[in-house]
């Protein structure tokens, strides 16, 4: 598809609209809210995504090596065909063409930064004056591909924060946590598209994941080599339709027969929550604890169901002893384990618990409290993080807008903003060209800085008509992400 109509239709014929002899129009794309609980810094991620997928390979291939009379004949007849008769014409279009590649600088803090609230990521304007219109009218492109890896990466380093703290407080192995948030999103995201890019997101902070195609994007995209590094991974994991497929009567030997015979080493998780889960735990197990405790690998016990706060730390209205004590707590009732140097009990070796359903940042700190509280570490449990955490928000998240704040109308500068009277505050723009200082450690807006200011700072150049300039790897951004004071 002629990638010039992945647009909004209000676009195609704002480059009548601006001013006369209007020759520079400068953007940029910021988080400018937050409507998650402490948060007030969004990860960035996703922009080398698209200059690499949509102004380099797209452009290319769907648009400049396409014959000049297809991509206008096309132009013109969508355009014609949706707004009617009009004279958006299709000039500026065939000069784009001529051109042969994307006139436009894009500025970008580094990919992994967390950047404060109303601080701008990255900054674009068009290097020719003939092509003005370009800037925005790549907003709504720009928008639908970089609002949910940078929602997605930011939801992962929440996760990271609630578990490293913990981690840090009860557990004797810490660099755990890295498998400690399993990503399985992908069947509930908007599209594949947006499901490996979030999955991405999250193997910022983590390494498990279900979404096996985020690991090709990072290759792909980021210079990630699943042959030299950990990018992502999983293990050996049953459904309910393994489990259902064996009959309630023989459940017992469905566990036997996974735990001894398909899967007599490694790891291995089975859904345990299919009937009776208090039943697995209290009778299954014990029968099966002398093959399970000689077994070299880990089985790991995943509820799928109720309150996962209840399931894994006990519920203390609960109706049965099981239930009083949850899932890790009978768990050590059969395997035992140690107590380790912080004076938390963490499970045997070859038992561990998943729990993959319903999942939240606020769960997870409750969860991670709560068996704190019962004098378990955090590291005894892995959490399963779905399409809740990773769909279940939007753009109006973190507020994400892509605004101009300059332009150039017969050679003159015009510092531009919003600040509409009906508003709280939100909607409120910066002004004029714009620098991003790095201050105690924290990137700082200045704007309305002259262009000598904002050739300074800590936007870097990153795409230059129609050259990449900065190729980012993925082990580069964990650091900084993981690192970044």
């Given amino acids: 598809m002629n990638p010039l109509l992945l647009t909004d239709g209000y676009k195609v014929d704002h480059r009548r609209q601006y001013p006369e002899n209007t020759s520079l129009v400068y953007s940029n794309f910021t988080p400018r809210k937050s409507r998650i ?41 969508r355009i014609n065909n949706y707004l009617g008769d009009n004279q958006v014409g299709v000039q500026h279009i065939a000069a784009l063409h001529d051109l042969g590649y994307i006139p436009m600088v894009f500025k970008a803090l580094p990919e992994g930064a967390r950047v404060p609230l109303r601080v701008p990521m990255f900054t674009m304007y068009n290097t020719l004056p003939e092509f003005f219109w370009l800037t925005n009218y790549f907003e709504t492109l720009l ?56 999955a991405a997101a999250h193997l910022l ?10 690991i090709d994007f990072l290759e792909t995209w980021y210079h990630a080599n699943a042959d030299t590094e950990l990018v992502g991974g999983s293990v050996p994991a049953t459904e309910h339709s393994v489990m259902c497929m064996g009959t309630t009567e023989g459940e017992f030997d469905t566990f036997r027969r996974l735990i001894c015979e398909v899967y007599p080493s490694g790891i291995v998780s089975i859904v345990s929550d299919t009937w009776d889960l208090w039943k697995v735990l209290s009778d299954y197990l014990p029968r099966l604890r002398t093959e399970i405790a000689a077994r070299p690998g880990k089985v790991v016990i995943r509820p799928d169901s109720g309150d996962p706060v209840h399931i894994l730390c006990g519920n203390p209205d609960g109706r ?68 809740y955490s990773y769909q279940y928000h939007t753009r109006d998240t973190f507020g994400f807008a892509m605004k101009a704040t300059y332009g150039e109308v017969g050679g003159e500068g015009r510092a531009i ?13 910066a002004r004029g060209l714009l620098k991003v200082s790095r201050e105690n450690g924290r990137y700082t807006l200045h704007d309305n800085v002259s262009w000598e200011a904002e050739r300074q700072g800590e936007l870097r150049e990153v795409f230059r008509d129609g050259k990449l300039l900065v190729d980012q790897t993925l082990a580069e951004i964990r650091a900084r992400l993981r690192n970044e004071e």
């Fill in 205 to 214: 902070s983590f390494t498990g994941t279900d979404t096996i195609p985020a």
């Fill in 37 to 77: 609980a402490d948060a007030d810094e969004v990860v960035f991620f996703g922009l080398q995504y698209f200059l690499k997928r949509y102004l380099l390979e797209s452009f290319e291939r769907d648009f400049f090596q396409q014959p000049k009379e297809r991509i206008l004949q096309q132009y013109a007849r």
């Fill in 320 to 387: 049965t002893e099981q239930e009083r004590k949850g899932v890790v707590e009978l768990l050590w009732d059969v395997f035992g384990g140690h107590v380790n140097h912080k004076g938390y009990r963490e499970l045997a070796p070859c038992i561990g618990a998943i729990y993959g359903d319903s999942i939240t940042p606020e769960r997870a700190a409750q969860i991670c409290e709560r068996l704190k509280i019962k004098g378990f570490a955090s590291t005894n449990v892995v959490l399963g993080v779905g399409s």
């Fill in 417 to 429: 903003f919003k600040d509409p009277i009906t508003d709280d505050g939100t909607k409120k723009s």
């Fill in 143 to 198: 928008s639908a591909v970089i609002w949910m890896p940078c929602n997605s990466a930011t939801m992962a380093w929440q996760y990271r924060k609630i578990l490293d703290r913990y981690a840090q407080e009860t557990a004797e192995n810490p660099a755990f946590v890295d498998w400690q948030a399993h990503d399985f999103s992908m069947r509930g995201m908007g599209s594949i598209e947006s499901g490996m890019a979030s």
